[in-house]
């Protein structure tokens, strides 16, 4: 192993930086910062990494929560997993041309990052890559970007602002939404979005976690050519008031309208034949919620912490009732089960 002043080296990766100084320059030479090099080095303001460097590993920066400024070199190819976690006080980073992913985590809880440049190489981004970039406001997607994971900016408190390339054959971008290229699909809005969004006619698919955690929207315009809702579409959208259900779509899946604590009457429309499981999950401001005739199906936990609501009739078509349907509803004292529903606490099924 090489001993170069305050670095681990060997075979021409930098296991670790065992330095005290607030300003860092990598010796020239090493080829790969590995992982947790740097772990914690939490006075290390600056970092000058050579050319020669081609791979950072997973977690090699985490917790330097003093960083400010680092430059990628230009040959760089792979940006691991968690790589910059917590860096607090990073405020802006180009990632450069050939490097084709960020991973899970990646940029993590970087809350002071604002400027965030990505290369038309990156072709993925992983789970959580933003969580908690605070500052972050805006970003565009590349041409070549062609999968993104929902929660790639969770407790991103402050993207608003999304655009795509024109050249990117995956997504497009309509009202600062973004939306499969062949405009069918609602794919991801960013999730400090204000006001009011309207969904173009033609779009025939609300995909999964599409307006999750949009807490500051106000209302969405559904048109009727809309068939279907995703997994938790519009998960803690705590100020719709309520969402309009076209015709088309005859099913609630998991989660679509959980924590959706400004709903305060709901009417399921009579297409509607399944209510999936926890719909209705923590719609704790939910005081009147009307199911029709015609639903055969309640999931598991489907009103689960409807807090408020102090009544719920179930019409006589319902089938099945899941496991927990009425958990943590504290207020609910007038229930109506269809005829024929016997069960407890495991679900309730109908006696043929």
Known sequence: MEQTTGFQIENGVLLKYTGRAEEVTVPDGVTAIGSYAFKNKYKVRSIVIPQSVTSIADHAFIGCSA?????????????????????????????PHGVPAIHSGTFGGC????????PDTVQTIGKQAFWGCKSLKQ??????????ARDAFYLCESFAEITVHPDNPAFCCIGGVVYSKNQS????????KQGEVVIPDGVTAIGDE?????KK????????????????????????????????VTTLPYRVFGCCSGFKEFTVPDHVTVIGDMVFYACTQ????????????IGARAFEGCVRLPALSLPDSVKVIGRGAFDACRALTD??????????????TRDE
């Open 67 to 95: 960083l400010e400024q680092i430059t990628l070199p230009d040959r760089l190819t792979g940006l691991g997993e968690d790589a910059f976690e917590d860096c607090k006080s990073l405020t802006g980073i180009t990632v």
């Open 111 to 118: 809350e002071s990052l604002e400027n965030l440049t990505l």
């Open 139 to 148: 970003l565009t997607f590349p041409a070549s970007l062609t999968e993104f």
């Open 185 to 192: 699909t609602v794919v991801f809005c960013p999730p400090e």
């Open 210 to 214: 599409a307006f999750s955690d949009c």
């Open 217 to 248: 929207l106000t209302a969405i315009r559904i048109p009727d050519s809309v068939t279907s809702f995703g997994q938790e579409a519009f998960y803690n959208c705590d100020h719709l008031e309520t969402v309009h259900i076209p015709r088309g």
């Open 286 to 297: 939910i005081l009147r919620l009307t199911i029709p005739d015609g639903v055969t199906e």
């Open 335 to 348: 229930l109506r089960l269809p005829e024929g529903i016997a069960g407890g606490g495991a679900g309730f």
